[in-house]
């Protein structure tokens, strides 16, 4: 571990692990002359039952767990590698809040950052700290366990900002004056009024000496990109193509997505075939696992690439911008770059 992160830091050219980070730099100014290894907190919730039946939500669980970016690759990607730190009870979590559930968890962060461990290598000792770095997760399960609104048609449904819904839902680019800080945070904390700031509660998770929850800018691909936004624009691009350019048919889309070759690895998350009645639907999505659409997006250049105009604005996700006079939308500024 010692040494794969000091290659890492080293390594400025790509940056490709959170130890790489400005963000993990800040932390280890403030414990200097201490070997300090960060750590990832993932919270997630499961359904033991069937999430469909007249039982679900009675033995929901929320689980916390462990996982080291300072691991060499061939063992972070083990399963062995994710270690279970907490198990509770969703129904307790309602009841209790965040404050019972959590408090014997940080108590341990803290100590883990502040005294550490003691190991001995070679008959000698070496002491060990551990610093939380993030905490990953769904947005619901991060705005829950952090004490900000759970709803997202509230007022102020943003973690990262102070933006009201009504300017998120037209706001294309970043407003660095509305992002949230520890000083605002104080503000907004202190005002107790959810409606207003979309914050419930002071976070527990802030007596951790070098952790805030306004600085924890995390996201989660899954959720927000391959079973959000890849769903909806990828519905809209291909409805376009096949139905008002016709640049190509439903059919011949199929039977590349079928026979193309995704190797021995992608072949297992294979897209799913469409039918016309999911491009013609009111859903304005396409259903797929996040592995499955993982994988259309990234072939999908490859797949029809030959049969559309390159010059096309949906082969680009081009847009207008109207905070700039109608300049056309730049792929290279926004959150569309993701194709």
Known sequence: MITYTHKLLKDTNIVYNYIQSESWREKIELHPNKTLFPFLLY??????????????GVQKLGAVYISMPSFPPELVSKLESIFLVLLFNSIDKKQVGNTEIFKNLISEIKDLEENGIEIFIN?????????????????????????F????????????????????HKQLFQIDNDLRNTENYEIDVNTENMSETGIVERSIWNTIPSFHVVNNYSVDLMHDILEGVCGYDIFSIL??????????????????????????????NRPLLLSENTLKSNSNTIKMSASEMWNF???????????????????????????????????????????
């Not at 919270?43 to 679900?56: A, K, V």
């Not at 048609?153 to 009504?166: D, G, I, L, M």
């Not at 096949?242 to 193309?260: A, G």
């Open 123 to 147: 008959d000698e000792s070496i002491r060990l700290y551990f610093c939380l770095a993030l905490i990953v997760g769904d947005n619901l399960g991060l705005h829950g366990m952090m004490g």
């Open 149 to 168: 609104s759970e709803s997202f048609v509230a007022n102020y449904p943003c973690r990262f900002c102070r933006c009201s819904k009504t300017v998120c």
């Open 239 to 268: 409805r376009h193509f096949v139905f008002v350019m016709k640049y190509f048919t439903l059919e011949t889309l199929n039977h590349r997505i079928k026979f193309f070759n995704y190797g021995p690895t992608d072949i297992r």
């Open 297 to 339: 997006v990234r072939y999908l250049g490859l797949l029809i690439g030959d049969l559309v105009d390159v010059e096309s604005e949906y082969w680009s996700l081009a847009s207008t911008d109207p905070v700039h006079d109608q300049v056309p939308f730049s792929p290279s500024r926004g959150r569309r770059q993701w194709l």
């Open 43 to 56: 919270f997630d919730e499961f359904e033991t039952n069937n999430p469909l039946g007249s039982h679900r």
